[in-house]
């Protein structure tokens, strides 16, 4: 609203909703001040929408005393669910001149769209990198949607209903009768063809009727009232009929050219077949123009976890992991095996529908390949069938998991678990997957794997020194915990950090080696110290991110620091099959699942399925699942958490104290 240094647009309101902290946290960040009360002088007053009790007691207000009226509204992603739930909102829409959705009037995004240039190549290239994100997450304006659905059989027509009386639709010069209209035609146009309806997720919830109902599901049509994803639909559809919804934007940018019997903000710009033309509307748009004006421009975006204004993507990215979290653990979990420890954190980053008693009618949860105690060795577990497997992801926290510091990242596995070559993983699925990931995909991984090296971040993030080190190139062995499962199941003659330091000086007779103790060992919480005698340097309390630095190569059997090394273009010769090992980005020893030379993964795809799409994220400072970056950032500039006094003591003796809680404040 306001230019950067000017004083904020003053808007009062008399309406109960602008009282949300979020709406005047949004409304601030964008230049306007949301004070309560009848306007004085140059001030507006703030009205919610068009057609509500906000809205109609801030025109009256406006009629008594000549304010000008400042309209607010949800803008075009905003959330897991409808706001009636009370969920609070990712971004608004303000307008001076009127609504977006208003087609009696000039709103400003419709002078936007007329106006605006749209010559700035990076503004375009932004919307591309959006539009792509968008559609091949399939994230909509409100995401809480299923994928665990079966879709309707390709080849049908899709009709989208409305809420009924939506000022949209009156204010779009519509009525009742257009909705009857458009079946008709969409009958009469595709003679033989299904009819899908879509009804609105107001109208799925019980909130508010549609213009359709089960009596219209007739003569060749159907009603579809399942929360299924507007992405999955939309590549099904072979037309899209609507009259002012939102969906027919996102039909756009899916590839439709979407029939149109309203006057909605992307109808008349050259990208619908436009049934009641908006004479005003003569300019020609391309779909990144549309999408720059309407979803880069106009809207105020804002990101909780920075509390900032902020890009479409960022919203994208934060819609699809809440979105993920949602569908995973809508049913709930049983987790009754769990350590106690673990059930704070957990109950947090499982959305707080995990129980831990056994309850059948929940999907089982254990941890790693099917047991929770280390005491157990796990080749000698059953492995139960028909659960999924969790365990800690790949930028976990600041501090050990031995020390039971909480985690900011999980991976939840169906069909198996990463470490474990054996059998196949969702990893696996995940890189083969990534293989054939676009530009703009990778361009993400790119982004954030030098976000990673530049902020030094591994896994645990544990401080360190980098001891004195020779001028000449190093070779670097990391240690691992004696009875780690990666070791158990992914190695073969060399299953010791013995034996691999052995290896590697064997094959680097005069090459300076550097053998770094893990830290869960060099803490003495768990096994797997050796006196390193075929080392030059045992490096303790060393920054591994520093080490990986000066280092020529890596030797590793399993070590996640052999992944770490690969991020900073490293070298990394594999004597076990860790999951980076086989995809031909490592020099392997070891004996690798030959499943994996199914696909050749570049290295930013493997970042993409490793950190992105295999692990879900957890943001401990506002408790909601977030993006990878996200993560990211919080461990490397915090605010973090602080655990509890007793994780120490209780570390230490994890078997015997299991009976004491860690507490996560």
């Keep these: 609203m306001s230019d950067p240094g000017d004083a904020p647009t003053i808007a009062r309101f008399v309406s109960g909703g602008f009282f949300s902290r979020r709406i005047r946290r949004i409304a601030w960040l964008a230049g306007v001040d949301l004070r309560p009360g009848l306007p004085k002088g140059d001030e507006y007053i703030a009205a919610w929408g068009h057609d509500g009790p906000s809205a109609r007691r801030a025109t009256a207000i406006s009629a008594r005393r000549g304010a000008p009226i400042l309209r607010f509204e949800d803008a075009f992603l905003r959330s897991l669910h409808p706001g009636r739930g009370g969920e609070p909102t990712l971004g608004l829409l303000i307008d001076k001149n009127g609504a977006y959705y208003d087609a009696t009037q000039l709103s400003g995004l419709e002078t936007l769209l007329a106006t605006h240039p749209f010559d700035d190549g990076n503004l375009i290239a932004r919307a591309r990198a959006a539009i792509e994100e968008m559609t091949r997450s399939g994230v909509t304006k409100y995401a809480a949607t299923r994928t665990d659905l079966p879709l309707p059989e390709p080849g049908y027509v899709l009709v989208i209903d409305q809420t009924r009386g939506d000022a949209s639709v009156r204010l779009g010069g519509a009525t009742d009768a257009t909705f009857r209209e458009m079946l008709l035609i969409a009958r009469e146009e595709n003679p033989g063809a299904r009819l899908l309806i879509k009804t609105h997720p107001e109208t799925q919830q019980g909130h508010r009727p549609g213009y359709f109902s089960q009596a219209d599901a007739v003569h060749g049509a159907t009603l579809e009232d399942r929360p299924l994803p507007p992405a999955g639909l939309l590549a099904g559809a072979i037309k899209v009929y609507t009259v002012t919804s939102q969906l027919g934007f996102e039909a756009i940018l899916h590839g439709h050219r979407p029939i149109t019997f309203g006057q909605p903000f992307y109808s008349g710009w050259g990208l619908d077949d436009d049934r009641a033309p908006l004479d005003r509307r003569q300019r020609k748009l391309t779909r990144g123009q549309l999408f720059a004006g309407a979803m880069v421009l106009y809207p105020h975006w804002y990101d909780p976890h920075h509390d900032r204004l902020c890009d479409p993507l960022d919203i994208i990215r934060i819609l699809e992991a809440r979105t993920r979290a949602w569908r995973d653990d809508r049913a709930g979990w049983s987790a009754p095996d769990m350590r106690l420890w673990k ?135 990391p240690g691992q915990v004696a009875d780690d499962a990666s070791i158990r199941l992914g190695t073969g003659h060399v299953a010791d950090n013995a034996a691999l330091l052995a290896a590697a000086r064997q094959a680097n007779p005069d090459t300076f080696i550097v053998y770094k103790p893990h830290p869960d060992v060099e803490a003495g919480l768990r096994d797997g110290a050796i006196d390193a005698a075929d080392a030059d340097l045992v490096a303790t309390q060393a920054d591994p991110a520093a ?93 973090m958490p602080t655990p509890g006094p007793f994780n120490r003591a209780l570390s230490k003796a994890q078997g015997a104290l299991a009976s004491y809680a860690w507490i996560w404040r």
């Design 343 to 477: 059930r704070a954190p957990l109950r947090h980053f499982l959305s707080r529908r995990v129980t831990f008693r056994d309850d059948p009618t929940r999907p089982r949860l254990v941890w790693g390949a099917g047991t929770d105690s280390p005491a157990n060795p796990l080749e000698d577990a059953p492995r139960p069938d028909g659960v999924t497997h969790l365990e800690d992801g790949f930028l976990r926290s600041r501090g050990l998991g031995a020390e039971l510091i909480a985690p900011l990242s999980l991976a939840l596995d169906r069909s198996g678990i990463y470490y474990d070559p054996t059998r196949p993983s969702d990893m696996e699925a995940a890189i083969i997957a990534a293989a054939n990931l676009p530009p703009e995909a990778l361009a993400r991984a790119q982004a954030l794997r030098r976000q990673i090296v530049s902020d030094r971040l591994t896994k645990y993030n544990v401080p360190g020194q980098l001891p004195d080190l020779p001028d000449s190139p190093i070779l670097l062995v």
């Design 547 to 639: 080490l990986i630095e000066k280092a020529s190569e890596i030797w590793t059997m399993t070590s996640t620091l052999g992944f770490e090394a690969l991020l900073r273009d490293r070298p990394v010769i594999t004597l076990g099959a860790p999951f980076y090992a086989g995809w031909g980005l490592t020099h392997d020893r070891g004996d690798v699942p030959a499943r994996r030379r199914a696909a050749r993964p570049s290295l930013d795809a493997l970042v993409h399925a490793v950190l992105i799409t295999y692990p879900r994220y957890f943001d401990p400072v506002i408790r909601t699942a977030c993006p990878p970056e996200v993560a990211a950032h919080r461990l490397a500039y915090g605010p």
